[in-house]
């Protein structure tokens, strides 16, 4: 049985329209939010946070409806239509904010002129619900087909090679990640008040994601492909069926040294996304405040977060290979120890830009490599064969409430202690993540070495 490779590119542009887009949503939401609407750094958090809020309710059940409907694709192609068209009001809005917030302003002024005396406040509520109004339709529409998508694969997937499916929707998803980071380079145009127009790298994601799912749902019969996977998955003999091996009730309880293990890699995902996130969410608001004003400080920031992507992706393989030697555990510590030097490292010398920190970004990138790689399969460890899904619902659980929360409490502190203490806060709680999976003794299983070079690239999204 070996992979079908066309099929599976083909289900990948999906998820390959989405990391495009939230690539360019972490980087540029902020700059908005700063530079257009003159927000501060805990008010931004707040804001960017937002979107792993809903992804705690949106992708369950946006997953279980599609699970209900039977198909995925009306999700996938009703979703990105969505926010094709919403996504272009947030350049529209941010390019136009003071007509259209004075002409909004005025038409609630006619309807309730007692708010004449309270004008300027009227104006910035209307600048900014009009905004927040649209980034909320765009988030929800996200959120409706990310997790259809990425069920698609599974989908149409025999069971045994769903590892190397994921692994190939991986890398989609880190080419259209790149595909954003390039498009900033060159898209992004500064007006004559120095002010930056993001109108053409939204228009840009915007045609990919359109592009791409166009030539998904006109190319794939999504209900061909899941009754011949139906037939292959489930058509078999019991003892055929590699699903077979151990089936559980859902209310088996961990042995309690086992339940402590699990609880302390939790703890280890939820402390490395506060460091981790933190930093990717502001760097690029960080960068524009630190080295001057002008496009080329966007294209050094993209271009650094170009590095840290490719190495990551370049580093799945041979961290695979290191992990069968030294365990998951111990890449995990490494990918640590290198991600707090290198935020120590930035600490001091990220204030200019220099040729160093591309060199640091390569180590950035492996790190988080390193630790992506091994956290999910340590969960999954410990969980048995029929209840990995409520596993890695823990996983999720964790990763998505974190992520939810630490932009604001990053911003918290930069709003008190400056934009200097980005990377300081970033090497504080990726080094305590440290200490939980040190005490970690269960999940740590040596994995074998992939035969296929595609499985070093199966990680968790």
């Not at 698609?152 to 998803?173: C, E, F, H």
């Not at 794939?220 to 077979?244: A, F, H, T, W």
């Not at 294209?299 to 290191?322: D, E, K, Q």
């Amino acid at each position: 049985m070996k992979l079908n490779y066309k099929r599976t590119f083909l289900v990948g542009l999906a998820f390959f329209s989405i990391s495009a887009f939230w690539q360019m949503y972490d980087f540029v939401i902020p700059l908005i939010l700063g530079d257009t609407y003159n927000l501060n750094y805990k008010q931004t958090g707040v804001i960017m946070g937002l979107d792993n809020l809903l992804a705690l309710f949106l992708l369950p059940l946006f997953g279980a409806l599609s699970d209900k409907k039977g198909v995925r694709m009306p999700f996938i192609k009703f979703g990105t239509a969505l926010a094709v068209v919403f996504m272009m009001f947030i350049p529209l809005l941010q390019n136009n904010n003071v007509a259209v917030s004075n002409a909004v302003a005025d038409f609630f002024v006619r309807l309730f002129p007692t708010l004449q005396t309270h004008y300027e406040a009227t104006v910035r509520i209307a600048s900014l619900g009009l905004f927040f109004l649209a980034l909320g339709v765009l988030l929800v529409s996200m959120g409706l087909y990310r997790s259809p998508a990425v069920a698609l694969m599974a989908d149409v997937t025999p069971k045994p090679l769903r590892s190397q499916g994921n692994a190939v929707i991986n890398l989609m998803g880190a080419f259209g990640g790149l595909y954003t980071l390039a498009m900033i380079n060159f898209a992004v145009r500064q007006n004559a008040d120095m002010s930056k127009d993001y109108l053409l790298l939204f228009l840009a994601v915007a045609l990919l994601m359109a592009v791409a799912v166009s030539v998904l749902a006109a190319i794939l019969p999504e209900r061909k492909y899941v009754q011949e996977m139906k037939d292959i998955n489930y058509g078999v003999s019991p003892e055929e069926d590699q699903g077979r091996a151990e089936i559980v009730s859902g209310k088996e309880k961990l042995p309690r040294p086992v339940f402590i293990s699990l609880l302390l890699i939790l703890a280890t995902i939820g402390l490395w996304f506060l460091g981790y996130n933190a930093v990717t969410t502001f760097f690029s608001r960080y960068a524009t405040e630190s080295w001057g004003e002008g496009k080329e400080v966007l294209s050094l920031a993209s271009r650094c977060l170009m590095v840290a992507t490719g190495a990551a992706v370049l580093s799945y393989m041979p961290i695979s290979y290191l992990s069968a030697r030294l365990g998951r555990k111990n890449m995990i510590r490494i990918g640590l120890v290198v991600a707090a030097a290198c935020f120590a490292f930035a600490t001091f010398y990220a204030g200019e830009f220099t040729v160093a920190l591309y060199g640091m970004f390569v180590l950035i990138g492996f790190a988080q490599a390193a630790v992506t790689v091994n956290t999910f399969p340590m969960v999954w460890e410990i969980s048995r064969v029929g209840n990995v899904g409520k596993y890695t619902g823990f996983y999720y659980t964790v990763s998505m409430a974190v992520q939810a929360a630490t932009p604001y409490i990053v911003g918290w502190f930069l709003d008190r202690l400056g934009k200097g203490a980005l990377f300081p806060y970033g090497f504080a709680f990726v080094l305590l993540a440290m200490i939980p999976i040190s005490f970690a003794r269960h999940g740590d299983t040596k994995p074998v070495p992939p035969k296929k070079k595609l499985e070093a690239f199966d990680v968790d999204d």
